[in-house]
């Protein structure tokens, strides 16, 4: 593992990669209870109102589906990146991304500057849109 660029020490980084599986197989669960779900919701419905309900409930479904396979992607290139070494490293500026802060979103792939450079520049991208 390439420890230079992380300042992450062994044990922080073995706690993250623990809580990344963790969080991995939860989303894998997840994803097949809710795909069971989807299938299961075959059922005939008899009027116009029931009709509406279940359709809406297929929609959250199938929100939350993508939701959890979006989340499931991240952790796996997060663990990716642990297994390259690049993990805990800014992809914008390669400066170290903070313990604390990958604590709190181990998928994090910049460090806090970035971060807050990056969301006021959406927010000032939308302000302008809106003039």
């Known amino acids: 593992m390439n420890t230079n660029c992380s300042m992450l020490t062994e044990e922080e980084m073995s706690m993250i990669k ?3 599986e ?3 197989e939860n989303l894998r669960n997840n994803r097949e209870f809710r795909l069971s779900q989807i299938k299961d919701s075959g059922e005939v419905l008899k009027d116009a109102a029931d009709m509406a309900g279940h359709e809406e409930d297929l929609e959250k479904m199938w929100f939350f589906l993508n939701r959890d ?3 499931e992607q991240k952790v796996g290139e997060a663990l990716k990146r642990i297994d390259n070494g690049t993990y805990g490293t800014c992809k914008e500026c390669d400066g ?3 313990f604390k802060r990958l604590q709190i ?3 994090s792939e910049l ?3 970035c971060k807050n450079e990056l969301e006021l520049e ?3 991208s939308r302000t302008h849109q809106l003039h």
Do not use: G, M, V
Request: aromatic share 4%; glycine share 0%.
């Open 18 to 20: 623990k809580t990344l």
């Open 69 to 71: 396979q979006n989340n």
């Open 122 to 124: 959406e927010s000032n």
């Open 96 to 98: 170290p991304i903070s």
């Open 22 to 24: 963790i969080k991995k």
């Open 111 to 113: 460090c806090i500057f």
């Open 105 to 107: 979103d181990p998928t």
